[in-house]
Nanobody
């Protein structure tokens, strides 16, 4: 059973940057897909960015394109989310998820971390 552990969240001013990390215990298969989601109280978990573990193909929500960058380090079994130009609406609990294919629905992901909080002050 793989486990995911996120880190790197915190409080940042609008316009600032943060780098989130997700450690995957047990190397993902090349066919796996890793996604970053965020959730705010009363709302569903929202797709932010994703990456194919094998090929490294990346996908982004329109709201973060050009500001966020997802990457992975296969040798370290790590996934990163570099967030620049942060806005108050980017705030939330950010989760790392492991799935079998690209999907923006959280129901397609079988394993989740505990989340890391991102707060953006205006």
């Amino acid at each position: 059973q793989r486990q995911l552990v996120e880190s790197g969240g915190g409080l940042v001013q609008a316009g600032g940057s943060l780098r989130l990390s997700c450690k995957v215990s047990g190397r993902p298969f090349s066919s796996h897909f890793m996604g970053w989601f965020r959730q705010t109280p009363g709302k569903e978990r929202e797709f932010v960015a994703g990456i194919r573990w094998g090929y490294g193909t990346t996908y982004y929500a329109d709201s973060v394109k050009g500001r966020f960058t997802i990457s992975r380090d296969r040798s370290e079994s790590m996934v990163y989310l570099e967030m620049n130009g942060l806005k108050p609406e980017d705030a939330g609990l950010y989760y790392c998820g492991l799935g079998n294919s690209y999907d923006t629905s959280p129901t397609s992901y079988s394993t989740w971390g505990q989340g890391t909080q991102v707060t953006v002050s205006s």
